[in-house]
C-alpha cells in the first residue's frame, strides 16, 4: 500500500511531499516507510516494525491523518485496500 501527500505551492519554494508505504518483512512483520522532503530536493526515510498487519495500517491512517491536518492533500494511494 502506498500513499502519496503534497503540499500546495507557494511559489517560492518547490512543495513539500510525504510518502507512506506498507511492505510486509521477510519475517512476517510489516514495515511502515515514511518518506518526506521538498520534491526535487532531499528527503528524510523514516521506517517503523509492526508485529501484524493491522497495527501497521492503524499507524499509517494516523500518519495519513496528521498530514492532512497539517495541509497537506492525498495526490495519490495504491494498493487493494488504500485508505480514502
Known amino acids: 500500500m502506498r500513499?502519496?501527500?503534497?503540499?500546495r505551492?507557494?511559489?517560492h519554494e518547490a512543495?513539500?511531499?510525504v510518502q507512506l508505504m506498507l511492505q510486509p518483512?521477510?519475517?512476517g512483520g510489516w514495515?511502515?516507510?515514511r518518506e518526506s522532503?521538498?520534491?526535487g530536493?532531499?528527503?528524510?526515510v523514516r521506517r517503523e516494525q509492526f508485529l501484524d498487519r493491522d497495527s501497521a495500517f492503524v499507524a499509517l491512517e494516523q500518519a495519513r491523518d496528521q498530514q492532512l491536518k497539517r495541509g497537506f492533500q492525498l495526490m495519490f494511494s495504491?494498493?487493494?485496500e488504500a485508505p480514502r
Open 37 to 39: 522532503g521538498q520534491i
Open 9 to 11: 505551492p507557494d511559489g
Open 15 to 17: 512543495p513539500r511531499f
Open 3 to 7: 500513499l502519496l501527500l503534497q503540499q
Open 78 to 80: 495504491q494498493g487493494a
Open 41 to 44: 530536493g532531499r528527503s528524510t
Open 25 to 27: 518483512d521477510l519475517l
Open 31 to 33: 514495515t511502515l516507510v
